[in-house]
Structure formats: C-alpha cells, structure tokens
C-alpha cells in the first residue's frame, strides 16, 4: 500500500516527466521483487513438514 501511494503520488506531482521517475523506481522496483523472489525460494528449499 504504500509502495502504491508513493507511485501515485510521485506520478501526480511529476505528471510528464515518467522518465525522470522510472530512471529511480525501475531499479528499486526489480530489487525488491528479487529479493521476494529470494526469500521465497530460500523457504521453499528449507521447509521441513511436521512429523
């Protein structure tokens, strides 16, 4: 929710100027969902079931 909130609002105050904006999310963006991949993949390989 936040996340979003930021992207609205820098959208809204940049209007135009999606270039500019997407230099700095793009980067930010691709981070923060390999890092969810990661940590997905790192409790996949991980989980032990109950005996």
């Known amino acids: 929710m936040i ?3 930021l992207l ?3 959208g809204v105050a940049l209007k135009d100027q999606y270039e500019m904006v997407a230099t ?3 980067p930010v ?3 923060v969902l390999g890092l969810i991949v990661a940590v997905y993949l790192y409790r996949l390989v991980t989980y032990r079931r109950a005996s």
Request: hydrophobic letters at 35%.
């Open 24 to 26: 700095y999310v793009d």
């Open 3 to 5: 996340w979003t909130g």
């Open 8 to 10: 609205t609002a820098a």
């Open 29 to 31: 963006t691709k981070t």
